[in-house]
């Protein structure tokens, strides 16, 4: 997708009130957002439909809401005060700062497009007959990419596993990686930077502590572990799940809602007997993956990447990717994490933190897997792929917001076809009867046409219009978003109909 495409999407969603910058008036806050009357529902309905996956479904987990603060010496258990960092370069002539692995990551990226775009000059030369696994295999150029690519690929994780910052220097002077704002190679050493924002707390400086703002909603579980456990009376395996704020000093905030410094978290943590992370590891890659599935999303936009480099607390780890009109990106974590959490907050509070399995008898400090999924960059998942436009059969255009109707901002918007003979009043009526239970819209402006199109642009899966008829027989019309198709419908039928294709559980169970 090109860059024009994303600059549309972006201002579709200031447009119509899906997403502001942050403090506009002021020239806004770099890599903060606001969401707006439109995207605070469609972002509810993304944590809703989540929490009703994770909590609602499943007896064994439940969820908690912990503070943002916490004591400061969680971030020294968990390793982030040591280790929460990214390596950080800056180009001396345009004076932007970058992130190494980033600058490399793009670098591979483009040598994998090369390959794509010789592939594509073939296949559109030689069509039907193209054979496109001898053309990888033989091609000297597409070998020669390949080559780079391995070599690249390898010293690159070397580096990271090993934290080596002069070899990614190295590896960027070596491939000849240009700044992107000034064109030149003019380039620092690359530098550890911790992502961790810092406040205190206390009205004195002498009584005044520090604490960090958090940078994972995880912490806040793995300190509540013993009391969910104990209070809940949990049994191995069980999760708890958490929806929240987050917040990293991202050295390269771009990409509008993808990464920001200020943004939130949909995680869970699920503890396991040890020894069994390779079985539950595998189960919630599954499950998470189902979970995108269900709600229809096209499933080649997704896919698994296996991390380079393990965080300091991980025995395994992936992502699901997702293909953002920047190329395929991390949307979720799902990460083994061993007992790496527990057991430092157990040396660092000195408070045992151990679970009795009276299964067998045996005590152990529980392991741990994570699914952690951006809130924010599901949101842009979900946008991204449903803005569409739709040529029509009088050749106009149509801007449509194909969400999956269930995180629709408005389940439906009531629409008199005409402002007078009553027909507003009958709408209201009929609207009132409805609107405890959907989030309904009501326009009255306009005429018909233009009034649907400002509905599908903001993704509202029925519109249902009142007119003369239905003063004499009690129907309406109602049409659907994607299909344009229009049928009546007595409006007794309403609530069912919009009951049965609005219902929650059956798209979370088309997952299962
Ligand atoms: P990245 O490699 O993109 O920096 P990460 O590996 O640091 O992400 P995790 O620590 O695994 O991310 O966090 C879990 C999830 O939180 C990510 O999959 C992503 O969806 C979301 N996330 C992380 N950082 C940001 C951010 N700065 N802005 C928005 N969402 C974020």
Redesign the pocket.
């Given at each position: 997708m090109s860059d024009e495409k994303f600059k549309k999407i972006v201002s579709h969603a200031k447009e119509y009130g899906f997403i502001f910058q942050s403090s506009e008036i002021y020239d806004g806050l770099s890599?903060v957002y606001d969401y707006g009357q439109n995207g605070v529902l469609l972002k509810n309905n993304i944590k809703e439909y989540w929490w009703k996956s994770m909590v609602q479904l499943n007896d064994n987990i439940v969820g908690i809401d912990s503070a943002i603060f916490s004591h400061p010496t969680t971030w020294k258990a968990s390793g982030h005060v040591d280790a929460f960092n990214?390596p950080l370069i800056d180009n001396k002539d345009s004076k932007k700062r970058y992130r190494a692995d980033n600058l490399i990551e793009d670098y591979l990226q483009k040598l994998e497009l090369k390959i794509l775009k010789e592939q594509k000059n073939q296949e559109k030369r030689f069509g039907e007959s193209f054979d496109k696994k001898t053309f990888l295999e033989t091609n000297p150029r597409v070998i020669n990419y390949k080559s780079k690519i391995d070599v690249i690929h390898n010293r690159f994780s070397k580096a990271l596993n090993n934290d080596d910052l002069s070899e990614l220097k190295k590896i960027i002077d070596d491939c000849e990686i240009v700044c992107p704002i000034s064109g030149t190679r003019n380039w620092t050493d690359v530098k550890q930077f911790n992502l961790m924002f810092r406040t205190q707390l206390g009205a004195t400086k002498t009584s005044s502590i520090d604490l960090f703002l958090r940078?994972?909603t995880a912490q806040g579980i793995f300190l509540n572990y013993l009391n969910v456990q104990k209070t809940g009376r949990m049994k191995i395996p069980f999760g708890i799940a958490q929806i929240g704020k987050?917040f990293?000093n991202?050295i390269v905030?771009r990409q509008f809602?993808?990464?920001?410094?200020e943004?939130?978290?949909m995680?869970m943590q699920f503890f396991i007997k040890p020894g069994s992370q390779k079985q539950w590891y595998e189960y919630w890659k599954k499950e998470r993956l189902n979970w995108h599935l269900s709600l229809g999303i096209d499933k080649s936009l997704f896919r698994f990447h296996n991390h380079e480099k393990l965080?300091h607390y991980a025995d395994a780890a992936c992502?699901i990717e997702f293909n953002f009109p920047f190329g395929f990106?991390?949307?979720?974590?799902i990460?083994s994490r061993t007992d790496f959490d527990l057991s430092n907050h157990e040396k660092y509070s000195s408070k045992q933190i151990k679970y009795f399995d009276s299964v067998d008898n045996s005590k152990y400090t529980p392991y741990v897997l994570e699914t952690?999924?951006?809130?924010?960059?599901?949101f842009l998942a979900i946008f991204t792929s449903s803005l569409t436009y739709d040529k029509l059969e009088d050749s106009s255009k149509r801007v449509v917001l194909k969400i999956p109707s269930i995180l629709a901002p408005y389940k439906c918007a009531f629409l008199p076809l005409l402002k007078k003979d009553g027909l507003p009043e009958i709408t209201k009526k009929i609207q009132k009867k409805l609107k405890l239970n959907f989030s309904t819209a009501y326009d009255e402006k306009d005429a018909i046409g233009r009034r649907y199109r400002r509905q599908d642009a903001i993704g509202t899966p029925y519109c249902i219009t009142v007119d003369h008829q239905t003063v004499t027989d009690n129907t309406v019309t109602i049409r659907e978003r994607d299909s344009m198709n229009q049928e009546r419908i007595h409006i007794d039928k309403l609530e069912e109909f919009l009951r049965s294709s609005l219902n929650i559980n059956n798209w979370l169970l088309n997952s299962a």
């Open positions: 890599a990214d940078p994972e987050a990293r991202e905030a809602i993808f990464r920001m410094r943004f939130e978290q995680e965080a992502d990106k991390e949307l979720e974590g990460h952690s999924i951006g809130l924010d960059r599901m």
